[in-house]
């Protein structure tokens, strides 16, 4: 018999997100309950119940930034117990059988990962994410929160972290070189911290200077606003790999025209609409354009190490549950310093 929770959830992708209650499925076999304690808010929660990313069915609990206590398992679980603290990210199962699965890349499996929340899950209901006070994960998709990272400051690593994580690695962000972070949000000052921590020389990127304080805090060398034309024939050649973190669409060629030979531009960003591209801006640097999706369960363990081996977490302005809307307008206006957390405890 299903669980009723509490949650705050969006009735439609045109209404403010309300105080509601969502079903949990019963503990299966190999299933870990988890008593939420945090959920971020990512922009990608507000692209999502607005409809920007297409349709959704409604009501819709978000929320893909969780960090809770293991309260129950299932007679399978072998990789949590009661107690410990674990997170969950943007997905909550896949197929595990085809070659993307199989080498640990579950967000890009073949037969399409199942979100945290608004995707159909293996019984046919809709997913309902971390918006709410408990939540029931398969135990392969439940990942271990090391001591040392409070659990507030976890969250956003769950969505945050890994996504800059992964192509920071993939793309070798490390000692030597140089690492521009486009847009200091959520990904953004997360991809500072991260790189900066690998060992790259990093530079911010950013729409004004106002943050620019912060993102010296954070570990970058240099901060431009691109609100200045000056900024793109400074700075031209200048990187081995940028990150745009941007939500919104860009002049995507005038950053291209920042890398230096061999560089590469890597889009987490996810406006609804394109990006233009000038293949000129490729070609005249052999250049790249990539883009990268969170990243796998193990990497995404790794990357919790990574930040308790280098005392990282993420810069958080912990609200209750009535502020979520409130929080998303702020997120809009990129006045969010540097992530949202819901404490859970105020949906009771
Ligand atoms: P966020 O906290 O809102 O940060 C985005 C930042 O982009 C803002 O803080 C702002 O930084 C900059 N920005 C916003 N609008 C802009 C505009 N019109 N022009 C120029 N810069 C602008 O968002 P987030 O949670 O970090 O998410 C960022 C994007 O990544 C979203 O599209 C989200 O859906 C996507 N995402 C992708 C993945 C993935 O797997 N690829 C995972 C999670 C999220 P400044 O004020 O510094 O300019
Ligand atoms: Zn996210």
């Not at 018999?1 to 105080?19: G, K, Q």
């Not at 009535?322 to 307008?329: G, L, Q, S, T």
Request: hydrophobic residues 40%; charged residues 20%; negative net charge.
């Amino acid at each position: 018999m299903p669980t009723t929770v509490n949650a705050y959830a969006a009735p439609s992708e045109s209404e403010d997100l309300i105080a509601t209650t969502i079903e949990r499925r019963d503990v299966g076999p190999d299933d870990v309950l988890i008593d939420i304690k945090f959920a971020g808010i990512c922009h990608s929660d507000i692209h999502t119940v607005r409809g920007d990313w297409g349709p959704q069915t409604y009501p819709l609990a978000p929320g893909h930034e969780i960090a809770g206590i293991v309260t129950e398992v299932g007679s399978n679980v072998t990789k949590h117990s009661v107690g410990d603290r674990v997170g969950v990210g943007c997905m909550v199962n896949s197929c595990g059988e085809c070659k993307n699965c199989e080498a640990g890349e579950e967000q890009y499996c073949l037969k399409g990962n199942t979100g945290t929340y608004g995707a159909k899950d293996r019984d046919g209901s809709i997913t309902q994410g971390g918006y709410s006070t408990h939540i029931v994960v398969t135990e392969d998709f439940v990942i271990r929160i090391p001591e040392g990272i409070d659990l507030d400051v976890a969250a956003p690593l769950l969505c945050a972290g890994i996504t800059t994580f992964s192509p920071l690695k993939r793309w070798g962000a490390g000692p030597g070189k140089k690492v521009a972070i486009v847009g200091l949000g959520g990904l953004g000052h997360m991809a500072v911290k991260l790189a900066a921590a690998m060992g790259a020389e990093v530079t911010v990127l950013s729409q004004s200077l106002k943050k620019q304080e912060d993102g010296l805090r954070l570990g970058a060398k240099h901060y431009y606003a691109t609100s200045d034309e000056n900024t793109f024939s400074d700075l031209a050649g200048s990187f081995d790999l940028i990150i745009n973190t941007v939500s919104a669409t860009l002049p995507i060629s005038d950053y291209l025209g920042l890398l230096a030979l061999d560089g590469a531009l890597v889009n987490v960003g996810a406006p609804a609409e394109p990006l233009p591209v000038n293949a000129f801006a490729l070609i005249g640097g052999r250049r790249s354009f990539a883009g990268s999706l969170i990243g796998g369960i193990r990497e995404t363990q790794e990357m919790l190490d990574f930040c308790a081996e280098h005392h990282l977490g993420a810069e958080v302005e912990v609200i209750s549950a009535d502020k979520i809307n409130e929080a998303y307008e702020r997120v809009l206006a990129s006045d969010v310093r540097y992530r949202f957390v819901i404490d859970t405890s105020t949906l009771n």
